[in-house]
């Protein structure tokens, strides 16, 4: 295992300006109205359309243009992103806005880098394909969980070729994140339990992770600390601002960890399960996440066990038996917050293992990442156990 020396040299991108708390909404509107910005284009999904509208009103009086785009689904599309464009194009923003989950911060990313000439989209998808972006972007995460509002990464659904694909580039990591967490108060349940998940899954897996960094370690593990302690307060009792907060915070965390460092096999494994049977991405994460971890334990015993540590668990007399009390943990907290246990569950046909293994070995980016090497044969045992 390679990683975490605090010699290997790395490199953040960042937003300019990250503001996070209660009550940072209306700072923002403030903000925003005494800005340099003029022609503001603001996208948004419809259960988010209100508080986009709410940004509109409060620009009027001060003279700026604003439209609102809220035809964003849950899995956008490149058509999406080709619809959307066509009305950024037609009214020239100098400011690019998000409000939403992440479906809706991704595309806006999209927006922001592609607007002028949106046919691009086909070339960019990959690593490092954008060589600028010259409109201003702003992401206000309305869920706490893909961390889009910080990361580099946006991702579409290929319809042709019915394949999720991303386009990773540090122009699209955003001007400025605005993250309030009263606006994730009245996020249903299931949708905080699925997306608080994926965050930390994303923590886990940055900690954990061949090219890990103790500069990036620092926000993972207090990212597992702070979802951990709180997903199950706050999807129990969504109203719980202390317990959002703590989330939202853990969120933001692992959004972070995904430029410099990113995930791993959790990801690639549950990359097919969205793509051909339209799992939710932080459900496919949730149900693969122990077995995965299981499988990694021998390579990362002890990060997996500062893992465990960081969610409370008791010390054990080995790394490897507090490792798989952490393990224990996290099997608890999908029950608890009312995830689906198994692939089975998700009605996924067992048929379709050797298919999905298949697609996950093209997952190299992120394959490759994983503390241990994962062959064919290793992600048909991990989907085999899944179903258990
Ligand atoms: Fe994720």
């Known amino acids: 295992?390679?990683?975490?020396?605090?010699?290997?040299?790395?490199t953040v991108h960042l937003p300019h300006r990250i503001a996070f708390g209660v009550g940072t909404f209306g700072r923002l509107q403030e903000s925003l109205s005494i800005s340099r910005f003029q022609k503001i284009f603001i996208l948004s999904a419809p259960a988010t359309r209100e508080a986009a509208q709410q940004i509109a009103d409060q620009l009027r009086p001060s003279g700026?243009?604003?439209?609102?785009?809220?035809?964003?689904?849950?899995?956008?599309?490149?058509?999406?992103?080709?619809?959307?464009?066509?009305?950024?194009?037609?009214?020239?923003?100098?400011?690019?806005?998000?409000?939403?989950?992440?479906?809706?911060l991704d595309v806006a990313k999209l927006i922001a880098a592609l607007w002028t000439d949106p046919a691009r989209i086909h070339d960019v998808f990959g690593i490092e394909k954008l060589d600028r972006r010259s409109t201003h972007l702003i992401c206000i995460p309305t869920t706490a969980g893909t961390g889009?509002?910080?990361s580099p990464n946006a991702i579409l659904l290929d319809e042709q070729e019915n394949l999720k694909k991303g386009v990773i580039s540090q122009w699209l990591v955003p001007d400025e994140a605005w993250c309030d967490p009263t606006l994730t108060l009245t996020?249903?349940?299931?949708?905080?339990?699925?997306?608080?998940?994926?965050?930390?899954?994303?923590?886990?897996?940055?900690?954990?992770?061949?090219?890990?960094?103790?500069?990036?370690?620092?926000?993972?593990?207090?990212g597992v600390r702070l979802i951990s302690s709180s997903l199950k307060q706050?999807?129990?009792?969504?109203?719980?601002?202390?317990s959002r907060s703590r989330v939202m915070l853990g969120a933001l965390y692992g959004g972070m960890c995904l430029g410099p460092v990113n995930t791993g096999a959790v990801h690639a494994l549950a990359y097919p399960?969205?793509?051909?049977?339209?799992?939710?991405?932080?459900?496919?994460?949730?149900?693969?996440?122990?077995?995965?971890?299981?499988?990694?334990?021998?390579?990362?015993?002890?990060?997996?066990?500062?893992?465990?540590?960081?969610?409370?668990?008791?010390?054990?007399?080995?790394?490897?038996?507090?490792?798989?009390?952490?393990?224990?943990?996290?099997?608890?907290?999908?029950?608890?917050?009312?995830?689906?246990?198994?692939?089975?569950?998700?009605?996924?046909?067992?048929?379709?293992?050797?298919?999905?293994?298949?697609?996950?070995?093209?997952?190299?980016?992120?394959?490759?990442r994983n503390p241990r090497p994962v062959t064919y044969e290793d992600a048909v045992h991990i989907y085999q156990q899944a179903f258990l």
Request: a negative charge; aromatic letters at 6%.
């Open 1 to 10: 295992m390679t990683g975490s020396s605090v010699q290997s040299p790395i």
């Open 187 to 222: 996020v249903p349940s299931a949708f905080t339990a699925a997306v608080g998940m994926d965050a930390l899954v994303h923590c886990i897996e940055a900690y954990a992770n061949r090219f890990s960094h103790p500069m990036v370690d620092a926000w993972a593990i207090e």
């Open 273 to 368: 399960l969205g793509s051909e049977f339209k799992v939710a991405h932080g459900v496919s994460n949730s149900v693969l996440l122990t077995h995965v971890m299981r499988f990694n334990l021998p390579s990362v015993e002890k990060k997996y066990a500062d893992i465990a540590l960081a969610m409370g668990v008791t010390a054990q007399k080995t790394e490897r038996l507090t490792a798989e009390q952490g393990l224990e943990f996290l099997s608890n907290l999908s029950r608890e917050i009312g995830i689906p246990q198994s692939l089975s569950a998700l009605e996924v046909p067992q048929d379709a293992i050797p298919r999905m293994a298949s697609a996950a070995m093209k997952v190299t980016r992120l394959l490759e």
């Open 234 to 242: 706050a999807v129990l009792h969504g109203r719980d601002l202390e």
């Open 148 to 150: 889009s509002e910080v």
């Open 64 to 104: 700026k243009t604003s439209i609102i785009w809220s035809d964003i689904t849950t899995e956008p599309s490149i058509t999406t992103f080709l619809t959307a464009a066509r009305v950024a194009t037609d009214f020239s923003p100098d400011c690019v806005i998000g409000i939403g989950g992440g479906s809706v």
